[in-house]
C-alpha cells in the first residue's frame, strides 16, 4: 500500500474557537479515513481522531494547526478537514467586526 | 506523614469517632463512596489490577448505553442543544486514548477503577479550567459531567455487590442514606462506619435497630482506608482500627467474647416484668422501621410497637407505595403483637432523597422547610393513601395513630379532619376498621411542647421526639460534626420542656411515651422516670439492658435524681452526675 504523507496548516476562524462541539465535527471528519491523522499547535502533537486530545488543544480563534496525515487517503482527508476547518467554520460565524 | 502511611499498608491506625450503636465487629472492609464527594485515593493488590481495569470497561460500556439512549430521547428542536452536549459526551466515552489514560493508571498506580476515573477526567477539567478563553474553559462542566456518569456506573454496581454479599463485612462510607442501607444484607454486614453523622443519624438508627456496632463522625476514615483492609469497630468506645496488629486482634476476640456474654445474661432477663425494685410498672415498646424487625422486639421482651416509621416505603423503591403496599407492611407488624399495641407513625419525610427530588430547586433549609407532616398536609393524596391503609389494618389489631412534628393546634385539626375524610371513604366503600382509633402527636418542636396542654385536649396520646426536640431547642444540626459536641439532651433547657410535656399529660390524663434515642440511653432512664414517664419505646436491641436499668432501680431513688438535675445549670454538670448514678446502678454498661 502507497503511504503518502500529508501535511497542512490551518487557521480556526470561528469566532468560539475549537469548543466541544467543533471538535466532535472535527474528530466525526477525521475517522472517516484510514489514514493517521496528528494535530499540532506549538506545544503539542495530537490524535486528530480522539476528542478528548483535540479539545485539549483549547485551540481558540486565530490559532494556527499543523494538520499532519499519513495513510493512503491522506491528501483527501486533509482536504476535507481544511474545508471543516476554514470555509465551513465548523457552521459557525466568524467574530463580530469591531 | 501521609505519604509514609500510604507505602506501608499495613500498618496499624487508630481513629476515634462517636459510639452510636454497641457491640464490637472484626471483619474486612467494603467501602461506599458517593459520586457527591471526592473519590479518596485507594490503593489495591497487582493482583486485582485485571479486575479493575475490567470495571472500568465495563462503566464506559454501560455509560454509552445510557447516554445513547438518552440522546436518542432528545428529539424537539429545543433539544437539540442537548443533543448536541451528549453527542459530545459520547464521543468522550468512545475515544480510545481516554479509556487507555485510565486503564493504564489503575496499572501503573495499583489504584481502585473509581479514584483513576476521577483523577484522570479531573486532570483533563483542570487543563481547561487554565485556558483564558471562557467559551473553552467552561467546557470543563462536560468532563465533570462525564466523570459523575461514570463513577454513578461505577458505584452503582458497588452498592448491588452490597445487596449480594458472600462473607462478612464492615461497611465504611462518608455517610450513609436510608436507600444504601435498606439494601444491606445483614448476615454478612457486621458493622457501620461513616466520615459524617451524629448520634441521631441515620446510620446510628440503622444500626441499632439491626443491632450491630456502629461509629460514626470519623472525619477522614474512608481517605485512610482501603477495600479488604481488615477493620474492627469498637462500638461501645467509638474507637475504629484499620489494619489492626495480631495481638490487637487477639485482645478485641476476648473483649468481644466478654461483651457477648454480657449481652447474653441481660436476654436472660427478658421474661422477667419492666418493674421497679418498689413495685412500679414501666412499659418497653419497640421502635422500628420495617415489619421484619417487630420480631426481634419480641424477642428482646418489649410489650409493643411503641413508634413504627413508615418512611422506608418510600425510601426503599423507586415508585410510589400502593395502598396495598402500605397495608401489607402493616398487617405483618401487627400480626407480630395480635393484641398488643402498635403505634403508626404517618409518613416523616423531608429533607431527603425523596422530597427533594420531587422539587425544582433543594430546600435552602430543609429541617426547617416542607417535611414531614406539613409534606403530607400539602400532598393529600399521598397521605389519604396512608391513612386508608392505617385504618384498614386497624381491625387487625390494637392500631393506634401518630401525627409527627405538629408545631400547632391548626395543623393537628387539619390532620384530624382528613383522618375524618379517609373514615368517610371507607365507610361509603363499606370497608371495615376501627371507629374509636386512638390518635396520638409527636411532640418534638418546642411549640408544641409550650402548648402542649391546649394540643392535650384533642387526642389520646403524646410521645416525645427527644432527637428533634433537642435540635431545634438547641438550634443545632445533629448530622453536622463542626457542632455535634453542641448536641445533648442534658441540657436544663429541653429538660424543662420535657418535663412541662410530662405534667401537662398527666393534667389531661392522656397517654405519654419517649421514643427518642434520649430513652435508650442508660444514663437518662432514671431521670426519666423521675420526672414521670412510665412508657418507654427504643431501639429493640436496647430493651434488655434499659429493662435491667429499671429492675434496678426505685422510684424514689429517680424521684431525688430528677429532682437534683432540674436544679443543675449546666449540661457538663448534669451528664456527670446522670454518668455517675447510672455506673452504680448497672457497672457492666460501662
Known amino acids: 500500500m502507497e503511504r503518502v504523507v ?20 472535527f474528530v466525526d471528519v477525521a475517522s472517516r479515513f484510514q489514514c493517521d491523522i496528528t494535530v499540532s499547535n506549538i506545544e503539542n502533537s495530537v490524535d486528530g481522531k480522539s476528542i478528548m ?20 487517503d491522506a491528501q483527501q482527508a486533509v482536504s476535507a478537514l481544511q474545508r471543516l476547518v476554514e470555509e465551513n467554520m465548523f457552521d459557525e460565524p466568524p467574530p463580530k467586526k469591531a | 506523614m501521609k505519604q509514609n502511611t500510604r507505602h506501608k499498608k499495613y500498618a496499624m491506625e487508630i481513629k476515634k469517632g462517636i459510639a452510636v450503636s454497641p457491640g464490637i465487629a472484626i471483619a474486612k472492609s467494603l467501602i461506599i463512596d458517593s459520586e457527591d464527594y471526592r473519590i479518596p485515593r485507594r490503593s489495591i493488590e497487582p493482583s486485582q489490577r485485571m479486575t479493575e481495569i475490567q470495571r ?21 428542536i429545543e433539544q437539540r442543544k442537548i443533543k448536541d452536549i451528549f453527542a459530545v459526551h459520547l464521543r468522550f466515552l468512545h475515544d480510545r486514548s481516554l479509556r487507555k489514560k485510565i486503564t493504564d493508571w489503575v496499572h501503573s498506580e495499583s489504584v481502585t477503577a473509581e479514584y483513576a476515573v476521577s483523577t484522570t477526567l479531573r486532570e483533563i477539567a483542570s487543563h481547561f479550567t487554565k485556558v483564558k478563553d471562557p467559551y ?3 467546557r470543563a462542566a462536560d468532563i465533570y459531567d462525564i466523570e459523575r456518569r461514570l463513577l454513578k456506573q461505577l458505584l452503582g454496581g458497588k452498592r448491588e455487590d452490597v445487596e449480594h454479599l458472600a462473607k462478612e463485612v464492615v461497611v465504611v462510607a462518608r455517610e450513609l442514606s436510608p436507600t444504601q442501607t435498606a439494601g444491606f444484607n445483614t448476615i454478612f454486614v457486621k458493622g457501620l462506619a461513616t466520615d459524617a453523622g451524629g448520634r441521631t443519624s441515620h446510620t446510628a438508627i440503622v444500626a441499632r435497630s439491626l443491632g450491630i456496632p456502629a461509629v460514626v463522625a470519623l472525619e477522614d476514615l474512608t481517605e485512610s482506608i482501603s477495600g479488604e483492609d481488615t477493620v474492627i469497630i469498637d462500638g461501645n468506645h467509638g474507637i475504629v482500627i484499620v489494619n489492626p496488629d495480631e495481638e490487637t486482634i487477639r485482645q478485641y476476640e476476648q473483649y468481644s467474647d466478654e461483651f457477648a456474654k454480657l449481652e447474653y445474661r441481660l436476654d436472660a432477663i427478658k421474661e422477667k416484668p419492666a418493674v421497679t425494685r418498689d413495685g412500679i410498672k414501666i412499659t418497653l415498646l419497640g421502635n422500628i422501621e420495617f415489619p421484619g424487625e417487630a420480631e426481634l422486639v419480641l424477642q428482646k421482651g418489649g410489650e409493643g410497637i411503641g413508634l413504627y416509621r413508615t418512611e422506608f416505603l418510600y425510601l426503599n423503591t423507586q415508585s410510589e407505595p400502593t395502598e396495598e403496599d402500605h397495608y401489607q407492611a402493616y398487617a405483618e407488624t401487627i400480626g407480630v403483637f395480635k393484641h398488643r399495641p402498635v403505634i403508626i407513625r404517618t409518613v416523616d419525610l423531608g429533607a431527603d432523597k425523596y422530597t427533594q427530588s420531587r422539587r425544582f430547586a433543594p430546600e435552602p433549609n430543609p429541617f426547617l422547610g416542607l417535611r414531614s407532616i406539613r409534606f403530607c398536609l400539602q400532598n393529600l393524596m399521598m397521605f389519604k393513601t396512608q391513612l386508608h391503609a392505617i385504618l384498614r389494618a386497624s381491625v387487625l389489631g390494637d392500631v ?8 400547632n393546634l391548626q395543623e393537628l385539626m387539619q390532620a384530624k379532619m382528613i383522618l375524618r375524610d379517609v373514615m368517610e371513604d371507607l365507610d361509603e366503600d363499606s370497608i371495615a376498621y376501627n371507629k374509636d382509633i386512638r390518635i396520638g402527636i409527636m411532640i418534638e418542636t418546642p411549640s408544641a411542647a409550650l402548648t402542649a396542654s391546649t394540643l392535650a385536649r384533642d387526642i389520646d396520646f403524646f410521645s416525645l421526639g427527644t432527637n428533634d426536640l433537642t435540635q431545634y431547642t438547641l438550634a443545632v444540626d445533629r448530622a453536622n460534626e463542626l457542632v455535634s459536641t453542641l448536641y445533648s439532651s442534658a441540657v436544663p433547657a429541653v429538660l424543662r420542656l420535657i418535663r412541662t410535656v410530662i405534667q401537662d399529660a398527666h393534667k389531661a390524663q392522656i397517654d405519654l411515651s419517649v421514643c427518642g434515642e434520649m430513652a435508650s440511653e442508660p444514663e437518662y432512664v432514671m431521670l426519666l422516670l423521675g420526672m414521670g414517664v412510665r412508657t418507654i419505646s427504643l431501639a429493640p436491641p436496647m430493651i434488655p439492658e434499659i429493662k435491667q436499668i429499671v429492675r434496678s432501680v426505685t422510684m424514689e431513688d429517680c424521684n431525688n435524681i430528677a429532682r437534683k438535675i432540674l436544679g443543675m445549670n449546666s449540661e457538663r454538670q448534669i451528664s456527670n452526675y446522670l454518668r455517675d448514678v447510672t455506673r452504680k446502678t448497672l457497672p457492666e454498661a460501662f
Open chain 2, 136 to 138: 473553552i474553559s467552561e
Open chain 1, 53 to 72: 486530545q483535540m479539545s485539549m488543544l483549547a485551540a481558540t480563534h486565530g490559532t494556527k494547526l499543523k494538520i499532519k496525515a499519513e495513510g493512503s
Open chain 2, 56 to 76: 472500568v470497561r465495563n462503566a464506559f460500556k454501560n455509560a454509552i448505553v445510557e447516554l445513547t439512549q438518552l440522546e436518542a430521547e432528545q428529539e424537539t
Open chain 2, 400 to 407: 393506634k395513630v401518630m401525627f409527627p412534628l405538629i408545631t
Open chain 1, 6 to 25: 500529508c501535511e497542512m496548516e490551518v487557521e480556526i476562524k470561528n469566532a468560539d474557537g475549537l469548543h466541544m462541539r467543533p471538535a466532535m465535527q
